[in-house]
């Protein structure tokens, strides 16, 4: 089919795992991942297979004694080749037509769609993900490239402009240069894939340094790429560490973007770094960048509260709390704070916790020993800043399990109520009037995601004028953003507020030129 011709988007289905056939094909595509497992894999740059000797063990966080496989780490020096041929090779990828480019994301699509199971079972065991949200993850790395493709169309025409008297003028859209794009750990796929085909089918090409903790998903994507028909030097994977690796990718005079999803720390680093002219340098640099969130759901005395309870339940312990878009505070009307914590504690309680390839249960690990150690360290300070009302210790098997924590009475002064964890934990604090709710949920130096429970109707007005976040959900879990639907992207230190999903984000790897003719 050709790009021009393609349908109408629409979301990828997810695959009912309740359906006997669906369920055997995540088992049979387990059991085939579980052969290829500890394999070695090597960075690709200047359209070649490249290692330094030196590698990276990425485990299981179900079971860390199990290998996934070796990654070669990239050096600074590689990484700097890595650039340099990108940009080499940049002029030729940028006047590919834009019809090939899109023909190349949509086939991606397609090979996805394909394999999906397989893609889940990488993210089950190399991520941690139940099948559920595994699903979620590959669905959405789907719709990414579909996404994408589409709107590229839309931006290689344009409306038209004004036309003055005797001129012909255009406005044209053209790709940037050579993007370093650094996707976080929790989306290993679909944040992955947005960010990378986002800048690929603009007509970029792009350095990808993926997390040290899931790159054997990275390297199964790119190959996608490649089988999709991408030319081998428009993207280059480089593994390797982001304090040194990361650095030299982003302070390089030819690289003319970064697209990053991670910490605020981090992120703010890059953008610092960006910031700084560079010998050589001819541009400023453009961040895209995600930092995450402290994200609220308000609950109000007028609500379903039972189906606010499941709300906060399943967007604090959705993939183990490791979600910018998590609610990590539970701002709740005072009037019915306390059968809300009973709700909560009774909906928590039932949650099954154990190895992530096991559908039985509904959470799995952290995703490592270090990030397991400073979510106990929270939880910790959170039980002298509040009351513990489930949870707080670590939870049976080997691998890095925690038990979904609640802290209650929490005020806004607390670590618990101000600082990211990015763990299973939710700070609950008692608000007396939905004045005081709004006030405290705006209590943040973040602006991410937010979600408001109640049936008033001159509330939700309220919510949706004076509640400070990027995506705002009313009457609905504040996690789950679709592609074309919700648009994703915070404000204040949750990042630029680029929208990824979005009708307007390409817009961060084009930049327009005005063209005016004079004509006779």
């Known amino acids: ?62 079971k860390p004694s199990e290998l996934i496989g070796r990654h070669a780490k990239c050096s600074v020096d590689q990484a700097i080749q890595a650039v340099d041929d990108a940009f080499a090779f940049f002029p030729e990828w940028s006047r590919t ?33 139940s099948w559920v949200e595994a699903e979620a993850d590959t669905c959405e790395a789907i719709d990414f490239c579909e996404y994408y493709a589409r709107q590229m169309l839309r931006w290689a025409k344009p409306d038209p402009i004004v036309q003055m008297p005797g001129e012909r003028n255009d406005l044209v859209y053209l790709p940037l240069g050579v993007g370093v794009v650094i996707p ?19 007509g970029n090409t792009v350095v990808l340094k993926p997390s040290s903790e899931t790159p054997v998903i990275a390297a199964k994507f ?24 990361g650095d030299a990718l982003v302070s390089h005079p ?41 994200d609220a759901i ?25 979600k910018c878009s998590a609610c990590s505070r539970a701002i709740v009307h005072e009037n ?24 039985s249960n509904a959470m799995g690990p952290v995703i490592s020993a270090k990030a397991r150690k400073t979510i106990e360290s929270y939880i910790e300070a959170g039980k002298t800043e509040g009351r513990l009302i489930t949870g707080g210790a670590p939870a049976p098997g080997d691998g890095y399990f925690l038990n979904p924590t609640i802290i209650a009475d929490v005020d806004r002064s607390a670590r618990i109520f101000q600082e990211e964890i990015f763990g299973p934990v939710l700070a609950v604090t008692k608000a007396s009037s939905f004045d005081h709710a709004i006030e405290l949920v705006n209590d943040s130096d973040y602006g991410l995601t937010g979600a408001v429970y109640t049936n008033d109707a001159a509330k939700l007005e309220r919510a949706r004028r004076e509640f400070h976040v990027g995506n705002l959900y009313l009457n609905r879990k504040c996690t789950g953003a679709m592609v074309g639907a919700h648009p994703f992207g915070g404000f204040n230190m949750s990042g630029t507020d680029s929208k990824a999903g979005g009708p307007d984000y390409l817009l961060q790897f084009l930049q327009a030129k005005s063209i005016a003719e004079k004509v006779r």
Not at 97 to 118: C, D, Y
């Open 222 to 245: 790119v190959e996608v790429l490649r089988e999709a028909g991408l030319p081998d030097r428009a993207l280059a994977l480089c593994v390797g560490s982001g304090g040194e690796v």
């Open 298 to 322: 308000l609950v109000d005395d007028d609500c379903d509260l039972e189906a606010a309870a499941t709300g906060v339940v399943q967007a604090a312990f959705g993939y183990q709390g490791q």
């Open 184 to 202: 976080p750990w929790n989306f290993p796929l679909a944040i992955l894939a947005g960010t990378t085909v986002a800048a690929l089918v603009c």
């Open 97 to 129: 037509s834009v019809e090939r480019r899109v023909e190349i994301i949509v086939e991606a699509a397609a090979i996805l769609r394909r394999r999906k199971f397989e893609f889940n079972a990488w993210l089950i065991l190399e991520s941690g993900k």
């Open 1 to 62: 089919m050709s790009a021009l011709q393609l349908s109408a988007y629409a979301n990828e289905a997810y695959a009912d795992f309740t359906q006997p056939a669906n369920r055997r094909a995540q088992e049979e595509a387990l059991q085939t991942v579980r052969v290829q497992l500890g394999r070695t894999y090597n960075n690709h740059i200047a359209g070649r297979a490249s290692s330094t000797g030196q590698w990276l063990d990425s485990v299981n966080p179900s």
């Open 336 to 359: 019915v704070y306390d059968r809300f914590l009973e709700l909560v504690k009774e909906k928590t309680e039932r949650l099954s916790i154990g190895a992530a390839e096991d559908p």
């Open 254 to 294: 030819k690289t003319r973007f970064i697209s990053f999803t991670g910490s605020r720390e981090v992120g703010l680093h890059i953008n610092e770094l960006a910031a700084k002219p560079a010998k050589g340098c001819i541009w400023i640099r453009r961040v895209v960048a995600e930092m995450g969130g402290k």
